[in-house]
């Protein structure tokens, strides 16, 4: 681990915070008609508060993204609602930490409040600063594109965008989530085996026992293995 790690222990910029705003449907724009909106760019307080499941407050809304499955997605993350400028980072401060990507197969994608989620994106740590998710998308411009497995049933889904920040120290992550509604197209039957936000993740897991600038931390994968279609 490097040193300069040491430095996060105090570190803890709230200016850095940020939010999930926008969808990319392959080279298209959706910009902001299908996320669920949260409240304000602050993290969630604990991995096991409601809250986990779409975000701090998430509002309503009646959009629907459609995609065709084995296509293309991107969540895109920033630090102020509306502010997609690529000069500032999307999510600053030394807020290391890794990006994941879920989805949730859901009756109606407008009103759902409950999905079990399989895991189709991860950017964790392989041993460099940059390396981390949260990185990634800093140097993507807060873009983290996926592709939509292609043999899942067809319907309504949930697409739960979430980057956990780990500068803070032992016990204290911070989650950033949304959620973005979709409909999938030209899927097959698959159903794949989920879990559910709060519950997924305990306070004890081992990404959250060790403060990333701890020489001994080594990134331990949260939640399930991603899904592999």
Not at 104 to 129: C, L, M, N, P, R
Not at 143 to 158: C, E, M, Q, W
Request: glycine share 12%; hydrophobic share 35%.
């Amino acid at each position: 681990m490097k040193s300069g790690y040491v430095l996060l222990a105090t570190v803890a910029s709230v200016s850095a915070h940020s939010t999930w705003q926008q969808l990319w449907v392959g080279s298209e724009d959706k910009a902001s008609t299908c996320v669920r909106k949260v409240q304000d760019n602050s993290p969630v307080a604990s991995v096991s508060s409601t809250d986990m499941f779409c975000g701090r407050g998430p509002a309503a809304t009646t959009g629907v993204c459609e995609v065709a499955a084995g296509s293309s997605l991107t969540v895109e993350l920033h630090a102020q609602h509306g502010d997609r400028k690529c000069t500032q980072p999307a999510i600053g401060g030394n807020h290391y930490g890794p990006v994941l990507v879920y989805m949730a197969k859901v009756a109606d994608a407008t009103t759902a409040q409950s999905g079990s989620f399989f895991k189709v994106a991860e950017d964790g740590y392989t041993g460099t600063i940059a390396s981390w998710g949260t990185e990634i998308l800093n140097a993507n411009c807060g873009k983290r594109a996926f592709t939509v497995p292609k043999n899942i049933a067809s319907g309504d889904y949930l697409v739960r965008a979430e980057a956990i920040a780990l500068h803070a120290g032992a016990g204290q992550p911070q989650p950033y989530v949304s959620c973005f509604q979709v409909k999938v197209t030209g899927g097959g039957s698959a159903t794949p085996a989920g879990v559910s936000f709060p519950g997924a993740y305990k306070i004890s897991d081992g990404l959250f026992t060790k403060a990333i600038y701890d020489s001994s931390f080594k990134y331990v994968s949260p939640g399930p293995a991603v899904y592999s279609g």
